[in-house]
């Protein structure tokens, strides 16, 4: 991300010990594009099936690292659940009913942040050059620099995407739509 402004790499030393304004920024933008990345939920970091249960007080608490969860349709059993944080924590809240409580378990889809160093290859690479043209935009705003990085930024998505469809076996009845209408059973007339 420095290189994208013509400065020389740095050392751990300095990162930790945020000694430069541009480190501490750079740092803080690769943040914030892994988390913006991550949570479009992506093979390597969605879970599906996951079961919640009800502590004591019937509520939910979700892990910190949670980017999204959803129900699945033939799991929600008439549930419209969000992440809400209340009490210094995260928990799970049904809108339909307004309430926090939650007398049995759910299973739910859930995308998950992850540290960096365990994202694959090719979501690294798209995260760290979509960064550094940000940073750059943010620092110097230099419009050739820009369309460079953006050259680049579109070559590493396509190949994070192409990625993604080898790796996540996905199909048409991935689709909710789909589903429903495949899942509809024997309609009465």
Do not use: C
């Amino acid at each position: 991300m420095l290189s994208a402004i013509g400065e020389t790499p740095t050392t751990t030393d300095i990162i930790t010990a945020n000694s430069s304004a541009d480190v501490v920024m750079a740092v803080q933008i690769l943040d914030e594009v892994t988390k913006e990345v991550e949570s479009q939920g992506w093979n390597f970091n969605t879970e599906y099936d996951v079961e919640l249960t009800p502590a004591g007080d019937k509520h939910i608490v979700l892990a910190t690292n949670i980017a999204r969860i959803d129900l699945e349709s033939l799991n929600e059993g008439g549930l419209d659940v969000i992440m809400k944080y209340t009490s210094g924590e995260w928990r799970l809240y049904d809108k339909k009913d307004k309430t926090y409580e939650f007398d049995n378990t759910v299973k739910a889809t859930i995308v998950y942040y992850l540290d960096f160093i365990g994202l694959p290859q090719p979501a690294q690479r798209y995260i760290t050059i979509r960064a550094a043209r940000i940073f750059q935009d943010r620092m110097v705003g230099s419009q050739a620099h820009h369309a460079f990085n953006m050259q680049d930024e579109f070559r590493s998505l396509a190949d994070l995407k192409e990625w993604e469809g080898d790796s996540a076996d996905h199909t048409i009845f991935d689709n909710y739509d789909t589903f429903r209408i495949v899942n509809r059973g024997n309609s009465v007339r």
